[in-house]
C-alpha cells in the first residue's frame, strides 16, 4: 500500500533525523523542515539509503508564514500526508525573572506556537481525512526547574495544547498525541534516539487514539 507522506518539523542529527529514518523506513515519503540547508541537504544525503523520497525545506518554527509555506511546499511536492511530527523547541538556559521577554517570546514561537500552526494546516490535508498528529515532549513539563525556565513552561503548554487537540479530534480518523522525553537524548538510561524514535511509529500505528501519550524516562 502506497504511504502518505511524514512530515517532521524540527530535524537535527539526534532525535529529528532518527524520526525521519524511522518513517522512511516504514515506507512513507520524508519531508524534512528545519532552518540549517547546509544540514537539511546532509540529513537528506543520509537518508538516500532508505529507498523513499526525502526532501528538505528550510524554514523557521518560529515564522509562522514561513511555517505553513514551507508545509504547503511539502504537501505539493510530496503529496498529501499520512503524519506531522513537531519536534522543534528552543533551548535556553533562563530563568522565571531575567527580565529577557524577547527571549521568552521566541521561546514560546518555537515551543508551542509553532506547534498550534503546524498542527491547523497539516490537519486539513491530511490523506483520506485520516492521520497522526504528533509531538515531541519533554521531562521540564512534569519536573519543571529554573534553570531552564522558559522550556519548563513551553513544554508544559505544549502538553497542554496536545491535550486539548486530542480531545478536539476525538470521534474524527485523527490521531493526536506526543512522546514524553524525560531524560537526556543521547545520554544514558535508553534515551538512543532510534529507540525514541520508533515511540513515534508506534504512535502513527497504533489501532486507535486512546494512548495520547508515551512517556520515555
Known sequence: ????????VGVGPGLGL?????FAQAGHPVALLARDAFRLAEHVTALADTGVTVRAFTTDAADGTALRGSI???ID???APDVLVYNAALMRQDSPTDGDDEGWTAAFAVDVLGAKIAAETVIPSLRDGKGSILFTGGGFALYPTPDFASMSAGKAALRAYVQTLH???TGT?????Q???????????????????????????????????LLRS
Open 167 to 169: 480531545a478536539a479530534q
Open 1 to 8: 500500500m502506497t504511504k502518505g507522506t511524514a512530515i517532521i
Open 173 to 177: 480518523e485523527v490521531r493526536v498525541g
Open 77 to 79: 511536492e510530496l503529496g
Open 72 to 74: 504547503a511546499a511539502a
Open 179 to 213: 512522546v514524553m522525553i524525560a531524560g537526556s537524548i543521547g545520554g544514558p538510561g535508553g534515551f538512543d534516539p532510534a529507540g525514541l524514535a520508533e515511540s513515534y511509529l508506534e504512535l502513527h500505528e497504533q489501532q486507535d487514539d486512546s494512548e495520547w501519550e
Open 18 to 22: 532518527a524520526i525521519a529514518r524511522t
